[in-house]
């Protein structure tokens, strides 16, 4: 297989995660005899100081021209404490999932054994626990109209849905459940929003399409709560774009840290594929990182992207293989770890690799 596979940065921790990400994908391409072609871009913070655009033509041209994307993370805490910057890191990002039409963002919460005990919340809640969020990502507050006053005393976000928005993430959500367990939770907030009335009406119709799998609505708040309290009772949970925002790195904990998870925006076209972690300036360059979500993500690129499940399964393999081993990022121990068993990125992303031969 020959495919053409962009890589974005990004800001931060974004170049130390994504260069064991490459590594990773290189070494799938060695081993299982494909052919898979680099290419570099900027976006965010990064390509703000460069070009004064937090999404280059260039970037994007090279985006759409590939065949997928691995990506980093974005942000900068100058912007985070200034409100009132009308460039932002985050306009590249949200920019480019609606010029690629990437709606759907799936962010398996997969809960290795090893990290049992990374998580705050109890062993026993959490074994066995394994769900795929379905996360509507080009609608609802982060693309309606904003707007403020002239003396600065009100703000409004306009959250809005289109009936065909909802529908085909839904199709994407039912025909994953179908694969898994057919079980399916709808989170929204019909008691209150409009748009969420929307939301079950158009999930009750199209639920009558796949009899063969459970529906289940679900308030979010009640979701929330339900997510720490017993979360082996979900298997595919479906939500717009602002719930699934909160839940998902709510549920990030349940795998013991935000290092630890992937994801992928998908849409009729190029993948993008992601950990859920931020740039996190505070340890950028200080080989700290945790590499592990950006393989993983690498991994989803080779199922998702690429249909290549048993290279994918490798990669997931090599992971667990890892942390069996005893080896850990600061942000995976716990006060038992021995000293010597805690790595930087690099040293990580090596183990990985050496898992993966």
């Keep these: 297989m020959k495919k053409n596979i962009l890589i974005i940065p990004g800001d931060g921790i974004g170049q130390e995660v994504t260069t064991w990400g490459k590594q990773v994908l290189n070494r799938i391409a060695e081993k299982y005899n494909h052919e898979f072609i680099f290419d570099e871009a900027i976006m965010g913070h990064t390509a703000i100081e460069a070009t004064g655009n937090p ?8 985006a759409k021209a ?7 993370a974005i942000g900068h805490a100058k912007y985070d404490n200034d409100p009132s910057a009308k460039v932002r890191p985050e306009q590249g990002l949200l ?15 997969l809960l290795f054994d090893e990290l049992l005990d990374a998580s705050s919340l109890k062993p026993e809640v959490l074994r066995g626990t394994d769900i795929l969020f379905f996360r509507e990502l080009t609608g609802d507050v982060y693309f309606g109209e904003k707007k403020r006053n002239e003396d600065n005393t009100f703000a409004s976000d306009l959250m809005n849905y289109h009936r065909y ?5 839904t199709r994407k959500a039912y025909d994953a459940a179908r694969t898994r367990n057919k079980k399916l939770c709808s989170v929204d907030k ?5 748009t969420s009335r929307l939301w079950r009406e158009v999930v009750q ?28 009772k979900f298997d595919v949970v479906l939500t717009a774009n602002l719930f699934g925002d909160i839940l998902t790195d709510e549920a990030s904990q349940i795998a013991g840290s935000m290092g630890m998870l992937a994801s992928a925006s998908i849409g009729d076209g190029t993948g993008f594929f992601e950990p859920i972690h931020g740039s996190a300036h505070d340890i950028a360059g200080q080989n700290k990182a945790n590499p592990l979500a950006s393989i993983l993500s690498a991994a989803l690129m080779l199922d998702i992207a690429f249909g290549l499940q ?13 942390l069996k081993a005893g080896w850990r990022t600061g942000d995976i121990a716990n006060s038992e770890t021995a000293a010597d068993k805690i790595l930087g990125t ?12």
């Design 190 to 194: 019909a008691n209150v929003l409009e």
């Design 165 to 169: 928005e909802v529908e085909r993430i």
């Design 310 to 322: 048993d290279e994918a399964k490798a990669v997931t393999n090599a992971v667990s293989e890892t």
């Design 66 to 72: 590939s065949d997928a994307i691995l990506f980093g």
């Design 346 to 357: 690099e040293e990580m992303g090596a183990k990985v690799l050496e898992f993966l031969k």
């Design 95 to 109: 920019k480019i999932r609606k010029e690629l039409g990437l709606y759907a963002n799936l962010r398996p919460i």
């Design 55 to 62: 999404l280059p033509d260039e970037t994007l041209e090279k």
């Design 205 to 232: 119709e199209i639920a009558k399409e796949y009899p063969d799998v459970e529906t289940e609505h679900m308030f979010i708040d009640n979701a929330a709560m339900q997510l720490v309290k017993n979360p082996k």
